[in-house]
Structure formats: structure tokens, C-alpha cells
């Protein structure tokens, strides 16, 4: 080998064993309470979404869409408008829904398996850990342009009905819920944020 060629040599190796050296730049990490503090700075939203529910003994998902409503700390609504018109609004821990002429009004405290799965969303959207925490372990991803929340149930009544609901956004924005029950069968919304309740 040539000494310019030997000295190319060294210049590529000194280069290359800097690079390694250098520390690789990461986005900062993002703690519970840090994205429990943003989401509650929000007293109110209102959004609308898109769900695909995968039913196993359908070949085909479940789609509806429509608007979500939420007033900090207990009332969240949910407006299906596609494909047929559906209402669940739930104040307090009274849950309404309608259905065409139907309404029925269930307590919360009378359906645990479906307080542990409305107050996730809630509790997320008002930013209220401990509320959270009575019901689910709390595991947390990412960074403030993009996070990822995991709620795996702590009460078996809960567990026996929804295995997991994994909560994707950016900032102090959900995105995304996607639930997976634990028979198997799943489901996904996308959320879009409006400008201000209607």
C-alpha cells in the first residue's frame, strides 16, 4: 500500500471510529405524569372518529363513524351518525344509550366490565392517572410528538371481558384507541380533533 493510500486509510478509520463514538441523538421520553399533565390542561373536546370492529365470526370488520364529545372530568359522549344513528352518553357514572326509539340507562357501578372499558377512554381524555391506575397497569412509549399508552387490566372481572386497549398520540391529542377484547375479537377508532365542541 502507497503512503497517500495508507494515510486515505487511517483518515476513513479515525472517521468511521468517530461516528461509532458519537453519542446517537434521541427524542426525549415522555413520563405518565408528563402526558397525564397535557391531556388535563383540556378541559373539553370534541372530535369525530372512525371505528373498525373485527368480530371473529364475520368476514368482513363492523364500520361506524361519527363525533365525540367530551366536558372534563365526567361526561363523554358518543355520537355514531354511520351506519345507523346511536347515541352513548355517559355523565357521572350514569351511562345512557339510544338506539331508534330505545333507551336504556345503566350504572356503571352495576357493569364493571363496562366501566373498566368507558372509564379508560374518560380517564385518559381527563388526564387522571389515579383513576386510571385503579383499574389498569400503565405502560408508556415514546416521546411528546408521538406516544403510545398500553392499559392491561389489574381487576379480573375486567380482564375476563378486555384483554388489552393500546392509546396512540401526539402532544396532549388521543389518536388512536384500539381495544382488544379477550376473546380475541378487536377494535380500532381513529380519532380526529375538531376545533371546539359544537
Not at 472517521?15 to 441523538?25: F, G, H, K
Not at 403510545?148 to 381487576?155: A, Q, S
Request: aromatic fraction near 4%; proline fraction near 6%.
Amino acid at each position: 500500500m502507497t503512503r497517500p493510500a495508507q494515510q486515505r486509510f487511517r483518515w476513513c478509520a479515525l472517521l468511521w471510529l468517530a461516528l461509532l463514538a458519537s453519542p446517537v441523538v434521541q427524542a426525549a421520553s415522555l413520563s405518565i405524569d408528563q402526558l397525564m399533565g397535557g391531556l388535563a390542561k383540556n378541559p373539553q373536546g370534541a372530535a369525530t372518529f372512525t371505528e373498525k370492529k373485527f368480530i371473529s365470526i364475520l368476514d368482513q370488520p363492523i364500520e361506524s363513524s361519527g363525533e365525540l364529545l367530551f366536558i372534563a372530568p365526567a361526561r363523554l359522549e358518543k355520537r355514531t351518525l354511520r351506519p345507523k344513528p346511536e347515541s352513548m352518553v355517559l355523565d357521572g357514572d350514569t351511562l345512557t344509550i339510544e338506539r331508534g326509539r330505545r333507551k336504556h340507562v345503566l350504572q356503571l357501578k352495576d357493569y364493571p366490565e363496562v366501566a373498566g372499558m368507558i372509564e379508560s377512554i374518560r380517564a385518559t381524555l381527563a388526564g387522571d392517572r389515579k383513576a386510571l391506575e385503579r383499574v389498569y397497569h400503565l405502560a408508556l412509549d415514546g416521546g411528546d410528538e408521538r406516544w403510545t399508552l398500553v392499559l392491561t387490566p389489574l381487576d379480573p372481572k375486567v380482564g375476563a371481558v378486555i384483554a388489552r386497549i393500546r392509546m396512540e398520540g401526539a402532544k396532549d391529542e388521543v389518536r388512536s384507541v384500539e381495544i382488544l377484547q379477550a376473546d380475541g375479537d378487536h377494535s380500532l377508532m381513529v380519532i380526529e380533533k375538531r376545533a371546539s365542541p359544537r
